[in-house]
């Protein structure tokens, strides 16, 4: 099975310049004993803190988060759709509850959990082609996506850069893992707004999301994880890792 994923971010390419250290964030000695409780609080206030964008940093309002574009799924087993999403608003980021965030500076390794406090609603213009089970699904409008209990699951690599006697973190890899109780999908004006084609399409699908989410979950695992990659080389670009991090 073969999925994708393309997505254009509003953040702008970031030719980054140092910023200063927000003065309500914390930094975390790298020798501190409470380490892993000190990052994962720091790390929960930060995406809080976030919520309306931060220009010193170069990162955009995280909540609603911005994507342009979006496609999903695209697969070849029995449930075979292909989603294509516009103009799309992520709602719950700044929700977030860092459940735990183990740091290796030295080798720039990052693995955590996080759980939100709301449901994570995406909200845009869809339009899709394909088939559910033995059913064709075809149609375009307006989507609501949302998942119930989200749960990511982050792992993240990278590489060390040296500009001018400082150095940054370059995160390469960003792997998101995710999880929900129950996803929920809103698909406005399917079959070309015939009523009653639209709304049995919609009880179906919602019947059987689990298999509509194993075959959309690459594709949304990728995207999230290239947005969550852009957001956190955006702050690691103009903080240097001594300065976040200290030894
Ligand atoms: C943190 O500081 C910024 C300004 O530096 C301020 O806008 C923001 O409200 C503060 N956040 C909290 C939660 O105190
Ligand atoms: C995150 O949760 C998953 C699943 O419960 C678990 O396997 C993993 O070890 C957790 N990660 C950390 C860093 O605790
Ligand atoms: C999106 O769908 C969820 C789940 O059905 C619902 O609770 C929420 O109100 C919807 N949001 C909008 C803006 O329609």
Known sequence: MQSTAFLLLALAACSASAAKFPKNWTTCRRSDKNKDECIRSAAEF???SLKDGNPQLGVFPLDPFHFNKLTLGGGSGPVNIKLDLKNLDLYGISTAKVQVLKTDWDNQYLEGNITFGSDFVLLGDYSVNGRVLVLPIVGEGKCNLTFQNFEAHLTAKGHEVTKGKKKYLVLDKFTVGIETSRFIMDLQNLFNGDKALSDNMNVFINENWKDIL?????????AFGEGFRQVANAVFSRLPLDVIAPK
């Open 214 to 222: 194993q075959e959309l979950r690459p594709s949304i695992s990728a």
């Open 46 to 48: 930060a995406v809080r």
